[in-house]
């Protein structure tokens, strides 16, 4: 049986169809430009065809080239007739019929159509720079002389995708049409201009390029300089674009092609095009069939409306949901409903969100008197103090009222999800939800299996994540379950190298250098030092071997919480979130470390990064061990979108790649030796180290429990 065409064509009534039909997005893999450039030939030569249009089967356009291809050897010999110039140089006009997304080579096939066409729900980008590249088939040349080269830089060095609607103001889309029958749509567009010449062929415009003056691609580079940090990419796009208000189309072409070609084999784009594939695999389950029958969610509730608790809310209703969210008190939900008012009003500030909008947003969150109001609601989150009696308690309640089969999320940052399940007659219906702060910002959205949670309750809590726009990852249960707790040497290493003579300002300056936007101890004033203090105190209670944190609890205990009391870590002016280096904090440091008798010294930038990353390797290990997590690169996700782990660096797991496993291993023996049991090397990374295996391809070593 012959396999289906990757491209069709046909015609009706005179308009040439070319058919793109790639599953599942109609990625530009090996046979499809060579398929659209016979189709074009075909139209081409085909007297009864005036005009044609081009349009993608099933869910989108064309969203992009096949990332699997790059970085796979040396490049092969471009084809002799490309078919991004086939069709800007055919005949017979073309009209690009949108739909879904049209993103990097996707769009950039789109601008070599003489018309576009979308639907309202459609998106178009270049994103290429996200996965460390640069578009690399014309995008770079043609947008620019399309709208301009100010918005074409916006566009590609962000990476953003654009609705249509925001498309045809810039001039990109030609027409929007209405939603249901996009090919009759085209066919009839195409029709209307079959006659007209000369066709507007993007490469021939240059009216706009003046505007490309040294000033706009200088102050683009500044303007980019602290999220562009350590990357090449995104500079590599600004000399594509500057080459395309100096030099003629071809040559410009030239140039993008010679900068692709120097930057897809990068560090920084293998790193990137790893975390791509990475935040795919973190939403598969093995253990749960692909075509388990999902529970209902679109009724949510949130019990807490603290800072929490309002933020989960505002996940919801940022993602069109209505939710019911209910606290202890009347007056501790008045206080989270403003709350949450005025996190949106600061969004409208800054100019980040529309007053209408805000209003609309903020009109799903309906705020209920009691638990009663909730009973019949398909999922509830509860979103309590990290207090076990608290939630113990909540979660009775909620077994007594909730209906048959309703979802009993608890947002817990460690406690012990089992410890809830147990308080009602249905454990199966009880796992994590564990959102990062601040809940409506951050991606990550860890979901913990308890021991007896159903397989459904936990594809339906990956799959409500992803509605709310999180990236979901699959913990086992435990301390600190996997995000907090493979992190948690992390913060340890850096009390301990602060007891040892390091200063804060030096922690957080090699971490921002390495990539994070903020240093892990001006982090910890943001989020307010009470918080980690209270977890410290209730492991410590757990945990007879606890490793104490003397500076970083007399701090807390001297009144200094952070920001919100103008001094934590740093010393803050007031309505001023500068951190500040403060003579106070190296005085306590001092005076602590000679009363515990910890001699002190400098140490090198090199060696804090280390111990800081080394110790969370070495625990993610452990992790893998235990099979508290499925995969190495879920920890890598959890990194990237929960602790901000400089993406272009790939994750945890794959940055110690790029050092070497046995050099990971050997430094983590040696300071096994130096400094005692905290740095004993897993038996995990030992056996990588043994036989030279990667680390971030590591897989649990035993079923999740």
Known sequence: MAEPALVRFETENGIGIITVDNPPVNALSPGVPQGIV????????????TAMVLIGAGRSFIAGADIRQFGRGPAAAPPTRRHYDVLDQSAKPVVAAIHGYALGGGLETALACHYRIAVPSAKVGLPEVLIGILPGAGGTQRLPRLIGPKAALEMITSGRHVPAEEAQKLGIIDEVVPEGDLKGAAIAFARKIADQKPLPVIRNRDEKLSEGTPELFEGTRKAIARRARNQRAPYACIEAVEAACRLPFDDGCALERKLFDEQVG???????????????????????????????????????AGTMGGGIAMSFADYGFDVKITDATKEALDRGISRIRANYETSV??????????????????PVDSLDDI????????????????KEEIFKKLDAIMKPGALLYSNTSGIDIDLMANMTKRPQDVAGTHFFAPANVMKLFEVVKGTKSAPDVLATAMALGRKIGKVSGLAGNGDGFLANRSRAPFGMEINILIEEGALPEQIDKVMVDFGYPIGPLAVSDLSGLDIGYDTRKRRAEQYPNYRKQPIADRIVEMGRLGQKTGAGWYRYEPGDRTPHPDPEVTRIIRET??????PQHEFSDDEILRRLLFA???????????????????IDVMWLHGFGFPRYRGGLMYWADTIGVREVYNQIAGWHQRYGERWRPSDLLRRLAESGSPLHEAKAARPMP
């Open 616 to 634: 969370s390797v070495n625990e993610a290990c452990k992790i893998l061990e235990e099979g508290a997590a499925l995969r190495a690169s879920d």
């Open 593 to 598: 470390a000679a009363e515990l008798g910890i």
């Open 375 to 390: 009973k019949d609601c398909d999922v509830v989150i509860e979103a309590a103090f990290e207090q076990i009696p608290v």
């Open 349 to 366: 500030k800054r100019g980040s969100l529309a007053p209408d909008e805000m209003e609309r947003r903020f009109a799903r969150i309906h």
């Open 38 to 49: 016979e189709a074009l030939d075909k139209g081409n030569a085909d007297p009864s065809v």
């Open 266 to 304: 990068s560090d920084e784009a293998k790193a990137l095009r790893y975390a791509f594939f990475a935040e795919r695999e973190v939403a598969k389950i093995p253990f749960i069939p692909a075509d388990t029958k999902l529970r209902p969610t679109d009724n949510p509730a949130v019990i807490g």
